[in-house]
């Protein structure tokens, strides 16, 4: 039995990827702060609803996917209820495993995860850290689910916060970036939804080969870029707006909020 803590976007979207991997809605109880929300989701995927407490003492996994600033009182709520032999998985930015494994008791198994909103389509990245007392089937349990749904890597817990910044929030970047290009389309005079196919083709496109030809991003750029060429032309306006430093500043403070968010 699954349980996922806070069935808001990302925890609806680890529900709905569960159900589409083949796990029946009787496998998964969900958690809901209102009584609205809870009915939308019995009727929409057939599962069980329950209190926090409730859905942590039936679960043999407890998926914990409230926000940050929401974590301490969630597990103060559920910490009597979990026995040791759980397996806690904690899907919140910037909380470390080492901080749930505080409000609970024992020596209970913590797996940190970030993943992103591509797992509404099967093409999420998560990233998975182990805590203290999580082992490698406690790992490979979480890989387990999280599989079918996307990409799954492995990583140091120090890299968890860099991690969030750049996929965890990634999918936001891309879609400012189409919004960006579209807009540019329409400037030049193309019809709103034909820049958007081909704005969407085109990274749809260029992340295919990017994955799957195993070149690096550079010598893929370099292959479209002509010397004295359009596509040049475009790079060196690019580079005067300083669009390669935004782009590390911006995810940098997207690292240093999620610390803050975490500390309260």
Request: overall charge negative.
């Amino acid at each position: 039995m699954i349980a996922i803590l806070g069935t808001g976007k990302m925890g609806e979207a680890l529900l709905s990827g569960l159900l589409r991997a083949g796990f029946k809605p009787g496998d998964v109880i969900a958690t809901a702060r209102r009584a609205e929300r809870a009915e939308a989701l019995r009727e929409r995927y057939g599962v069980r609803v329950l209190s926090n407490p409730e859905a942590a003492k039936s679960a043999e996994t407890i998926i914990l996917a409230v926000k940050p600033q929401d974590m301490a009182s969630l597990l103060a709520e559920i910490a009597p209820h979990v026995p040791q032999d759980r397996l806690v998985i904690s899907a919140a930015a910037g909380i470390t495993t080492a901080f749930v494994e505080s409000h609970l008791s024992g020596e209970t198994a913590v797996v940190r995860v970030m993943s992103n909103t591509p797992v509404l389509v099967d093409e999420a990245m998560s990233v998975i850290s182990a805590g203290s007392h999580a082992s490698e089937e406690h790992l490979k349990r979480t890989e387990d689910l999280l599989r079918p749904v996307g990409k799954v890597l492995r990583i140091p817990e120090s890299q968890q916060d860099a991690a969030t910044a750049l996929s965890g929030s990634g999918p936001a970047y891309f879609f400012y970036l189409v919004e960006a290009m579209v807009d540019a389309g329409i400037l030049l005079g193309m019809p709103r939804a034909a820049a958007l196919d081909m704005v969407t083709q085109s990274i749809v496109g260029a992340a295919i080969m990017l994955r799957d030809s195993g070149e690096h991003p550079v010598i893929l750029r370099e292959a479209v870029t002509s010397p004295g060429g359009t596509t040049i032309s475009a790079i060196a306006e690019l580079e005067r707006h300083s669009v390669r430093a935004a782009f590390l500043a911006a995810i940098e403070a997207a690292r240093n909020r999620g610390r803050e968010l975490a500390a309260g």
